[in-house]
């Protein structure tokens, strides 16, 4: 059965440095992936999703995740974090790809990043 | 604007009284999908759809129920609501077929069931 973990509930950074909020994976083919972010009273927002090819994947809001096939991983980071950053940041992983398919997807237990000046 | 709307935001009912969310998407998209947020446990899925009259059940179906006889909506149904099911609930569109299967989110409903 496929899984989403994301180990760490919180993640405290100051302004300016980088940040990396973890997740990990697992799928029994071959994982379509994704991060979204949550802002507060918001519905959920699509950052960047790796689908196949280049293992670097750049999104909005200067976000980029690596996907790491041996290590089964899907880390976001940001070189440089700011204040507005602060959310909460869900990792996805979705089960199937053909059409007729089932087209389940599992998100992970989230995790709040929280920037400070 | 391409959105995903949900109404009612905020409802608060007894247990037992049946209750619809409506959720209604201007994309054209084929897939929507209900899910239930709480805290420590992230989105659970409840229901799916693929297309028009073609649902099935997510990880957290029990007491819930849903229709999709048109494209743009999909609305939830709780027959008779218990105060297990006080949450966030939020449905979400993407278009299945491609490589775009990306979600786009509605604004949320929080219900509370006393």
């Known amino acids: 059965a496929q899984s989403v973990a994301q180990p760490e509930d919180q993640v405290n950074v100051a302004e300016g440095n980088p940040l990396t909020v973890k997740c990990t994976y697992s799928?029994?083919?071959?994982?379509?992936l994704f991060w979204y972010v949550q802002y507060p009273n918001r519905g959920l927002q699509f950052l960047l999703k790796y689908i196949t090819g280049d293992n670097l994947v750049k999104g909005s809001y200067g976000f980029e995740a690596e996907f790491n096939k041996s290590q089964t991983s899907f880390h976001l980071k940001k070189p440089s974090a700011l204040v507005s950053d602060s959310a909460l940041y869900f990792c996805?992983?979705?089960?199937?790809?053909?059409?007729?398919?089932?087209?389940?997807?599992?998100f992970g237990s989230g995790t709040r990043l929280s920037i400070r000046p | 604007e391409a959105q995903v709307t949900q109404n009612p935001r905020y409802l608060i009912t007894v247990t037992g009284k049946k209750l619809t969310v409506t959720c209604s998407q201007n994309?054209?998209?084929?897939?929507m999908s209900w899910y239930r947020q709480d805290p420590g446990l992230g989105l659970r899925q409840i229901y799916y759809?693929?297309?028009?009259?073609?649902?099935d059940k997510g990880d957290v179906p029990e007491g819930y129920k849903v229709s999709r006889k048109e494209k743009r909506n999909f609305p939830l149904i709780l027959e008779s609501p218990s105060p297990n099911q006080t949450s966030l609930y939020f449905c979400a569109s993407s278009a299945f077929q491609g490589p775009s299967y990306e979600q786009y989110f509605g604004p949320g409903t929080r219900l509370t069931v006393t």
């Open positions: 759809s693929m297309n028009v009259e073609v649902t």
């Open positions: 996805a992983v979705r089960e199937g790809a053909g059409y007729s398919s089932a087209s389940k997807i599992i």
């Open positions: 799928v029994s083919g071959n994982p379509y």
């Open positions: 994309m054209n998209h084929e897939y």
